[in-house]
């Protein structure tokens, strides 16, 4: 809202299924913000002739690319770290389902039973190995949240 209250604004979610209409509104775009589906390609940065930076809402820039952009001056910032807790999240919550056997007791759940056996054979996180590989803002949260736990941590970052 507040950027639309200081610039002239294009915002359609389906517009990145209709490449053509994509390539017509980015003719006069300054700036780009994109998620993941959208495709920055070497075309579309052809056709945004005044286009100076691409606003990515996520981490991964592989839908972008980066080389084209490059040669044209274009700046592409990710949103790093922004989601970086509900994916440490998901991975030490992945870990305790696994770990504990509620992920493979879920269809028994599902059906109204309660598959007793197996899920008290589960096994804590506390006194784990945690392997992290990469060290970013996700990594590092994994790890932060996998030490409160009780676990150790070994990381690879070949950056």
Known sequence: ASLQRRFVTTYDAELVNRRDELLRAVADADALI??????????????ASKLRIVGRLGVGLDNIDLPACEARGI?????????ALAVAEYVISTAMLLLRGAYASTPAVAAGEWPRASLANGRELAGKTLGVVGFGSIGRQTTHLGRALGMSVIAFDAQ
Do not use: C, H, M, Y
């Open 34 to 47: 994109v998620r993941n589906k959208t495709r920055v390609d070497s075309e579309l940065v052809a056709a």
């Open 75 to 83: 700046q592409v910032i990710p949103a790093t770290g922004a989601n």
